[in-house]
């Protein structure tokens, strides 16, 4: 019996009884996410992965591509199947699988090449996301780009559906890993009550808040950290008129440092200390594409900054993007974006 103030029901109750039902009727589930998975994508995946497994039931876990080495204390990940590892096997698991769960992304195309095997797939599909614009190949959809993570709604799931007092450890260790890092440990998008509410609760569960965040925060390499230097001293424009900061890296760059996936994690937040900067953006030369991440204080729409001009999108303060091109077109283009959004970005001071 809870002995706690009760969660709101942000999740409508005709979709948690849909996805139970999805469960229960389902023999072979698969849990995917996006390419390039970060804290969220994966505290949220793994923490349904293991409520599934609890369950009794036959699940497995797919990402497109490697993930940071920072996130592989999680208990599970090394049970994760990597896409680019080996497609043959991969497409035989969605062929078999009768569910699937979309987690972290809202369109097919943001899991890479795995997107044509989760559209031609005739398995149930269930969305759980928080961004913007969710796809429309999905037989249940909870989408609810307010809430601050797509950990915290997986929580919120499991929790409305009547599953706390079966929630272990593990699963809250996860959800608290992607809750805290989708909000920069709980430093931006965490204005909510709630989530401090689900934060007790997962501490109920056991978990050393405090030992998570150094696992996440202070487990860093000397080479990321003569890369931050280098990024900041070498590789950082301040846009002073426009209140805006942009740092970049080429590959070049990267290899210099000897450059982990994660490595560059949270790069783009620092020149927000600088005074009166309240949009930041990191440019980053990623194979055949330029990636793109975006930070604002304040009221400066990042996700529609991310949308309209980079493919993108997010949350208000903290998003993505990508570009198609050359590092040094990719740089031009955000200058030129800037100055389009000149009038909004002076009105934010």
């Known amino acids: 019996m809870h002995y706690f103030e009760p969660l709101s029901d942000v999740i409508g109750g005709q979709f948690v009884q849909q996805v139970q039902q999805l469960i229960e009727n389902s023999n072979q589930i698969l849990i995917t996410t996006h390419f390039s998975p970060d804290g969220d994508a994966l505290g949220a995946s793994l923490g349904l992965y293991h409520f599934l497994k609890q369950k009794k039931k036959n699940v497995k876990l797919m990402v497109p591509n490697s993930f940071p080495y920072f996130l592989k204390w999680m208990k599970g990940s090394d049970e994760i199947l990597i896409y680019e590892y080996n497609p043959k096997a991969a497409k035989a698991i969605f ?3 009768d569910l699937i769960f979309s987690l972290d992304y809202n369109i097919p195309k943001r899991i890479g090449n795995m997107a044509s095997l ?3 797939s005739d398995a149930k599909k269930v969305l759980i996301d928080h961004h913007l614009f969710p796809g429309d190949i ?3 959809v909870i989408s609810y780009p307010k809430i601050s993570s ?15 007092d079966e929630m272990d450890k593990t699963i809250a260790e996860c959800i608290y890993c992607g809750m805290m890092a989708d909000t920069g440990g709980f430093t931006f998008n965490s204005n909510n009550p709630e989530i401090y ?8 569960k056991g978990i050393d808040k405090d030992r998570i965040f150094s696992l996440v925060y202070n487990n860093l390499s000397e080479d990321r950290f003569r890369l931050l230097g280098f990024t900041l001293s070498q590789r950082m424009k301040v846009y002073p008129e426009l209140h805006t900061a942009l740092i970049w890296l080429s590959l070049e760059d990267q290899k210099q440092f000897s450059y982990n996936k994660g490595d560059t994690e949270g790069f783009v937040n620092y020149p927000l200390s600088i ?3 309240i949009f930041t953006a990191f440019i980053r030369e990623d194979g055949e594409m330029v990636k793109m991440s975006f930070r604002s204080q304040g009221t400066f729409p990042t996700n529609e900054f991310a949308a309209k001009y980079f493919n ?6 903290a998003s993505g993007g990508e570009f198609y091109g050359t590092l040094e077109d990719a740089i031009s283009l955000f200058e030129n974006c800037i100055e389009e959004n000149a009038e909004k970005l002076r009105g934010t001071i």
């Open 197 to 204: 509410l689900i934060i007790s609760l997962l501490i109920r």
């Open 118 to 120: 989760l559209e031609k």
């Open 150 to 164: 797509t950990s915290e709604l997986v929580f919120r799931l499991l929790y409305q559906a009547d599953e706390y």
């Open 275 to 277: 005074k009166d900067i």
């Open 95 to 97: 062929d078999h699988s």
């Open 138 to 140: 999905y037989d249940v």
């Open 312 to 317: 993108g999108g997010g949350h208000l303060n």
